[in-house]
């Protein structure tokens, strides 16, 4: 008689009854069914080829290989273990169980594997992940507890079997395996009509619980998980391996890019290409195509096992089919999901296709099993079938599979839509790093003052600059041309290719314009020649504050020219700064394509740069020269420390001289850089790094007088022709204030030419404070000049007002003594000429050193007329008297008449107990063509120390005429 028990498919029948001989067999060959499906032969079969496919293309053909041989043997179990029939499950299944959990316990026992990530153990001839194996073990003793039928004790048994092994693999950790694995064992409990009453609360907990995970996360999986939510694909980072997937399936299309050059080296790129990020992979070489043929295999799979799931007489045969449909759905459904960035890249493969061996024997042993199920469905006698509506199958089995179906169908169509949408976007960014470019530096422009001498100019020195990974460095013929080409040795270069560090190239160079020449016909394979970026100042420090130097860009001009290049070549001080963008001209580049370490494997896009621009001064050498030489002359005799000299054109403002004492030579600062001279220079005495005629500004003193005698003329608190008592000295509220020496009565002109302290005091507390120094701010006091140089002085010009408001008080002895040039006025050498020059011409002018930038002519600036011009004869007949037989008489030894002013200041700063000495003045006085100013500190009396240099320097310009 059959025995019946009950389960939770119904009554369950054993027949143990056999049919009569003849009708048994035939039933029995009526009903024979192959060990192995060939729909899952087929489906299997599918995923291995494409997989091994996947491995040749990114050139692990060795991995291939042993992929084959791996799927081969597990073929060869699935078939085994379908021939053996159902009866050996339970033995099988606990005996995997327990193999598994010793493999994970031995796992966490070992050390710590690639960021302390331990999931791999180590057999020597092969390694085994237990976690791969635990996913089939805990299918197989769910199905054969719960298939014996429902009971709370099985139920809280077979919960206590599944949280071990994702306890376990939580510590290892892998957090993604683990959920999967938890999935699946949830699904087999659905499966397995578990009541809903206890499941629900169950799944509420677990999902309660389950960001507590995150606590067992290492840095590096937390990364991925924050890159995933927060949307980072940055080029490095954890969020680099989610782009690179991105990249690979936008860029792979239809039909794959395996036939485009970039392909091999795009590969490279993708990480974990044979594990992790195999679809990504198989769809960047092989296109959607491929991925959609990956997706249908599973679904075979998934929908034989669904099937057989609902036709299995044993409820342990259907639990275990619906267990493995599940475990391979779900996993590749994840799997896909983080290769098309749905996902935090979780690590898990899809089995078969993916690169690993426990993954598919385990599986493939699962399958033989279910086919086993399969058969032991087909040898049932129908006698003793329950009825059908006594047969209860497992629940959702159909829908699961319905479900993952339709996951696979949206992610199918997710990878078009990424193809589609953003294939353009991001082949662009997977161009942009896979790509290097290496700056090769523009000719800079020369600098030549208005008759042709250069005064900076470009070193004919060029650098060769050696790839190594495009230069066949191994190549000992080819590194010894090389050093025979450049005078070195083989071992230099050698050396210099060893101690590049992360660097693309290597500079193993410096030569010549022949050498250079030489090398560009060579044309060697990842050799560059350029212009070694060193800029020659043959006048060094004549012209050094003026020209300034060049320099590595720094934030700041990144800044002020957005499109600079990184590690470009800028001016950073002096005219080479003024005219940047001129002289610097255009650099180009050489790009290489680089692997993911960086290393140039070939060369890409190459653009030629644009030579700088020349520029072209108002500035004459030999002027400049007479003009430093009779500076330096002055400071020598008299022991001063500072001295500056300024020859400008009295009607436009173009520069013709600006000596400035003392001065750095910018031969210093261009590279290489001799970092002992640089010391040297920037602690020299005296503030060499400015320039003295635009930068230093102290006390006017009586060349002031100009500017006050100005103010006279615009608001005449005096009459010019009155002639007025002076004497010794002036006194005001109790305070007495010195003449340099008596004076006798005198009117404005002989006041100017004499230099009258006296007069001028007075003049000063008539005019009043306001007065005087508006028109001193029309005669560019206390203001920039505009010259084409940067980091200008103003000076000092003060007011009561901007007095008041620093929290002094304005004293009327501060008015009375501003009148000669002393208390609250500083200027600049380039200022008292610009205001000589003004008062002589009736117009302010702007200095003005270029004459032309490029291509363009710079046409001086539009002079701006002052409201007084046509009352200032007075003034200029006071320069006149003073330089025919005033303080500055030496001017009549020009061949032109000329008018001047001498000035002597108290400065404190002063080096001698002497006053800095000011001399300035135009010639002609009736038509003014120049204007000569000099400076010097401590240099003692105008007319004795910068009278003879400004004479110099005038009589140098009219022998040029």
Same mark, same amino acid.
């Given at each position: ?41 087929? +489906? /299997?079969?599918?995923?291995? #080829?494409?997989?091994? $496919?996947? *491995?040749?293309?990114? =050139?692990?053909?060795? %991995? !291939? &290989? ?12 699935? +078939? /085994?273990?379908?021939?053996? #029939?159902?009866?050996? $499950?339970? *033995?099988?299944?606990? =005996?995997?169980?327990? %193999? !598994? &959990? ?860």
């Amino acid at each position: 008689m059959p025995v019946h028990t009950s389960g939770p498919w119904g009554p369950r029948v054993r027949p143990v009854l056999r049919h009569p001989p003849g009708e048994a067999t035939s039933t029995m060959k009526n009903r024979r069914v192959r060990a192995v499906d060939p729909v899952v032969l087929g +489906a /299997v079969l599918v995923l291995a #080829g494409l997989g091994a $496919l996947n *491995l040749i293309t990114i =050139g692990a053909s060795n %991995l !291939a &290989l042993r992929h084959v041989v791996i799927v081969g043997g597990g073929l060869v179990v699935m +078939a /085994v273990a379908a021939r053996l #029939g159902f009866a050996r $499950l339970p *033995l099988l299944a606990w =005996g995997m169980y327990a %193999l !598994a &959990l010793a493999g994970l316990l031995a796992v966490l026992a070992g050390d710590g594997g690639a960021r302390n990530a331990r999931r791999w153990l180590d057999l020597g001839i092969t390694t085994v992940q237990p976690s791969e194996l635990a996913k089939v073990a805990v299918v197989l003793v769910l199905a054969t507890l719960l298939g014996q039928g429902y009971t709370r004790r099985r139920f809280l048994v077979a919960l206590g079997l599944a949280a071990a092994p994702v306890g376990l693999i939580v510590l290892q950790p892998d957090l993604s395996t683990a959920l999967v694995l938890a999935a699946m064992a949830a699904f087999v409990v659905i499966l397995a009509r578990v009541p809903l009453v206890p499941l629900l609360p169950l799944f509420g907990a677990a999902l309660a619980v389950l960001p507590m995970a995150v606590l067992f996360l290492e840095p590096y999986q937390l990364g991925r998980l924050q890159a995933f939510v927060s949307g980072e694909r940055g080029a490095s980072g954890p969020g680099w391996a989610m782009l690179q997937a991105e990249i690979a399936v936008a860029v792979g299309g239809l039909s794959g890019s395996a036939d485009e050059p970039l392909h091999d080296l795009r590969v490279e790129y993708i990480p974990e290409a044979q594990h992790d990020l195999a679809f990504a992979s198989i769809v960047h070489s092989w296109g959607l195509l491929a991925g959609v043929a990956v997706a249908l295999a599973v679904l075979a799979l998934v929908w034989r096992a669904a099937l057989i799931s609902r036709q299995a007489q044993l409820s342990e045969g259907a639990l275990l089919a619906g267990g493995v449909a599940a475990l391979l759905g779900v996993q590749t459904v994840v799997s896909i999901a983080a290769n098309l960035g749905l996902a935090p890249h979780t690590g898990l493969p899809i089995p078969l296709f993916s690169y690993g061996g426990t993954a598919a024997t385990s599986l493939l042993l699962a399958f033989g099993l279910v086919l086993a199920a399969r058969r032991h469905t087909y040898t049932r006698w129908s006698l003793w079938d329950p009825p059908p509506e006594r047969q209860r199958r497992p629940r959702f089995a159909r829908v699961g599979a319905l479900v993952l179906s339709a996951n696979l169908f949206g992610l199918a169509y997710f990878t078009w839509h990424t193809q589609d949408v953003r294939s353009d976007e991001l082949r662009a960014v997977s161009e942009e790093q896979m790509m290097r470019c290496l700056r090769l530096p523009a000719e800079r422009g020369v600098i030549e003052d208005r008759n042709g001498e250069v005064l900076a100019s470009n070193a004919d020195q060029y650098d060769v600059r050696v790839l190594p990974g495009l230069f066949p460095d191994h190549n000992a013929g080819a590194v010894e041309n090389l050093a025979s080409m450049v005078d070195g040795s083989s071992d230099d270069l050698h050396d210099e290719f060893a101690g590049k560090g992360e660097e693309l190239d290597v500079t193993v160079a410096t030569v010549g314009p022949d050498a250079a020449a030489e090398l560009i016909d060579a044309d060697l394979p990842g050799v560059l020649v350029a212009p070694s970026e060193r800029r020659d100042y043959p006048h060094g420090r004549l012209l050094g504050p003026m020209l300034g130097f060049v320099g590595v860009g720094t934030s700041e001009d990144m800044d002020r020219w957005p499109d600079l290049p990184l590690g470009a070549t800028v001016g950073q001080a002096g005219l080479e700064r003024q005219y940047d963008e001129t002289l610097r001209g255009t650099d180009g580049e050489q790009c290489v394509y680089v692997d993911p370490q960086n290393r140039p494997v070939a060369a890409a896009g190459r653009t030629d740069p644009e030579p700088g621009g020349d520029v072209h001064l108002n500035l004459d050498l030999d002027l400049q020269e007479v003009a430093n030489d009779a500076v330096a002359t002055a400071m020598e005799e008299s022991g001063g420390d500072v001295g500056a000299a300024v020859l400008m054109d009295a009607r436009t403002g173009a520069v013709l001289a600006m000596a400035g004492i003392p001065a750095y030579d910018n031969n210093v600062y261009t590279p290489p850089i001799d970092r002992d001279r640089l010391q040297e220079e920037i602690n020299a005495p005296g503030q060499p790094l400015f320039h003295q005629a635009i930068q230093h500004a102290a006390p006017p003193g009586s060349t002031f007088k100009l500017v006050t005698a100005a103010a006279n003329a615009e608001y005449e608190a005096l009459p010019p022709d009155r002639v007025v008592p002076t004497g010794a000295s002036y006194t005001l509220g109790g305070h007495t204030f010195e003449n340099w020496r008596p004076m006798p009565p005198q009117d404005l002109v002989q006041a100017i030419a004499w230099s009258n302290n006296v007069y001028f005091y007075d003049l000063a507390w008539k005019l009043g404070a306001d007065r005087l120094t508006t028109v001193a701010q029309q005669l560019g006091a206390g203001e920039r000049s505009g010259i084409d140089l940067p980091a200008e002085s103003a000076g000092v010009l003060g007011t009561p007002e901007s007095v008041e408001e620093a929290g002094g008080t304005w004293y009327p002895g501060a008015t009375v003594v501003l009148g000669i040039g002393q208390g609250p006025v500083v200027a600049t050498p380039l200022q008292v000429a610009r205001w000589t020059a003004g008062i002589a011409t009736g117009e302010m002018v702007t200095p003005q050193l270029a004459a032309s930038s490029g291509d363009e002519e710079i046409e001086p600036s539009e002079p701006e007329s002052l409201s007084f011009a046509d009352r200032l004869d007075p003034v200029r007949d006071g320069m006149r008297a003073a330089g025919s037989g005033g303080t500055a008489a030496l001017l009549n030894e020009l061949p032109v008449d000329a008018g001047g002013k001498t000035g002597s200041a108290e400065n404190p700063a002063s080096p001698t107990s002497e006053p800095d000495s000011w001399f300035t003045a135009v010639a002609p006085i009736d038509d003014p063509d120049v204007v000569a100013t000099v400076y010097v500190r401590g240099g003692g009396m105008g007319s004795t120390t910068s009278g003879p240099a400004a004479l110099e320097i005038l009589q140098a310009y009219f022998e040029q005429q």
